[in-house]
């Protein structure tokens, strides 16, 4: 069973949250709250395999709360929820070692997809957020040359690989596209990552965006 932690200041986002995911079988929200301010206590009580986390709450904002989860011993999987407005917050993020953004309107099935994905330690990023994450951390510049030399190093699958995972795909579904076993395309994106340097696919995302394979 996948042990879910929600902390968003919306009742009503959290009850759609709550509601879509225990109907999936196999995930369990074992806490919720309302405040950035309880989200590590109720980590280091509950051991939630993934925390779904609010950017923007009234009182302790996401930021806050995510720091604080990243220096427990063996953090779970933390995805940030958010809507169209990527801003600052997005980058500092990252920084911190967030796994993703979600949309709080995300569809049920891709919701608990990405939940399960996070939980096998993955990472997730909605489609629909993918570009403005990226612009949001691209600075205004592509950084192009830097970019395309990394990019270089890189087989023709790969490149692929990479430039699906920049539209925001999972592995499944970039395994559908290229018909390639879920499997080979987790292979693939571990080698893309090691040989672009990226911690995680968001910046493998952003590498893909500043060398030109995405728009």
Same mark, same amino acid.
């Given at each position: 069973?996948?042990?879910?932690?929600?902390a968003d200041d919306e009742d009503l986002v959290r009850s759609g949250l709550r509601s879509i995911l225990t109907?999936?079988?196999?995930?369990?929200?074992?806490?919720?709250?309302?405040?950035?301010?309880?989200?590590?206590?109720?980590?280091?009580?509950?051991?939630?395999?993934?925390?779904?986390?609010?950017?923007?709450?009234?009182?302790?904002?996401?930021?806050?709360?995510?720091?604080?989860?990243m220096e427990l011993a063996d953090p779970p999987a933390v995805a940030m929820l958010t809507t169209f407005d990527?801003?600052?917050?997005?980058?500092?993020?990252?920084?911190?070692?967030?796994? =993703?953004?979600? %949309?709080?309107?995300? +569809?049920? !099935?891709?919701?608990?997809?990405?939940?399960?994905? @996070?939980?096998?330690? /993955? *990472?997730?990023?909605?489609?629909?957020?993918?570009?403005?994450?990226?612009?949001?951390?691209?600075?205004?510049?592509?950084?192009?040359?830097?970019?395309?030399?990394?990019?270089?190093?890189?087989?023709?699958?790969?490149?692929?690989?990479?430039?699906?995972?920049?539209?925001?795909?999972?592995?499944?579904?970039? =395994?559908?596209? %290229?018909?390639?076993? +879920?499997? !080979?395309?987790?292979?693939?994106?571990?080698?893309? @990552?090691?040989?672009? /340097? *990226?911690?995680?696919?968001?910046?493998?995302?952003?590498?893909?965006?500043?060398?030109?394979?995405?728009?």
């Amino acid at each position: 069973m996948i042990k879910v932690l929600l902390a968003d200041d919306e009742d009503l986002v959290r009850s759609g949250l709550r509601s879509i995911l225990t109907s999936a079988g196999d995930i369990e929200v074992v806490a919720e709250c309302d405040d950035g301010a309880h989200v590590a206590d109720l980590v280091r009580l509950h051991r939630p395999h993934v925390v779904l986390l609010d950017i923007r709450m009234r009182t302790t904002d996401g930021i806050v709360a995510l720091n604080r989860v990243m220096e427990l011993a063996d953090p779970p999987a933390v995805a940030m929820l958010t809507t169209f407005d990527v801003d600052e917050y997005v980058q500092k993020a990252l920084r911190l070692g967030a796994n =993703g953004f979600l %949309l709080k309107d995300t +569809e049920p !099935t891709q919701l608990v997809n990405a939940v399960r994905d @996070l939980a096998r330690g /993955g *990472a997730v990023l909605d489609p629909n957020v993918a570009a403005r994450v990226i612009a949001a951390m691209a600075d205004g510049q592509r950084a192009a040359e830097p970019a395309r030399k990394l990019l270089s190093s890189l087989s023709g699958r790969e490149l692929e690989v990479v430039a699906l995972i920049g539209q925001g795909m999972s592995n499944a579904e970039i =395994g559908n596209t %290229l018909h390639l076993s +879920e499997a !080979t395309v987790k292979g693939y994106v571990s080698s893309v @990552l090691g040989k672009i /340097g *990226a911690a995680n696919r968001v910046q493998a995302a952003l590498v893909a965006y500043r060398g030109g394979l995405i728009g």
